[in-house]
């Protein structure tokens, strides 16, 4: 079993930035993948990032590529998502997710088998 917990979500002007954390309890942090996910209001949950169990590989989706960082600290069993230049298109509501089975990144919810609450980020224009 896997508990997630994310903070750090709130309301920033089009342009600001915010930081993501994903705290993570149960099965030992370093052994598997994490992913961030996001779902605006009407739309389907959507792949924003993903990190392996060492940190050693990332994957972005191309809308964030270059604007968020993923990255973990393995020591405080917590993933980060550092979100620079918001847009209000990345106004959602962001998960954070365990992938278990697996060391490497996806981009496919049905890979991970633990998700948090989520937090809500809006980005104002």
């Known amino acids: 079993q896997v508990q997630l917990v994310e903070s750090g979500g709130g309301l920033v002007q089009a342009g600001g930035s915010l930081r993501l954390s994903c705290a993570a309890s149960?099965?030992?942090?370093?052994?598997?993948?994490m992913g961030w996910f996001r779902q605006a209001p009407g739309k389907e949950r959507e792949f924003v990032a993903s990190?392996?169990?060492?940190?050693?590989?990332?994957y972005y989706a191309d809308s964030v590529k270059g604007r968020f960082t993923i990255s973990r600290d393995n020591a405080k069993n917590t993933v980060y998502l550092q979100m620079n230049s918001l847009k209000p298109d990345d106004t959602g509501v962001y998960y954070c997710?365990?992938?278990?089975?697996?060391?490497?990144?996806?981009?496919?919810?049905?890979?991970?088998?633990?998700w948090g609450q989520g937090t809500q980020v809006t980005v104002s224009s």
């Open positions: 149960g099965r030992t942090f370093s052994s598997y993948a």
């Open positions: 997710a365990a992938r278990t089975k697996g060391t490497d990144w996806s981009t496919f919810p049905y890979d991970y088998n633990y």
């Open positions: 990190i392996s169990w060492n940190g050693g590989s990332t």
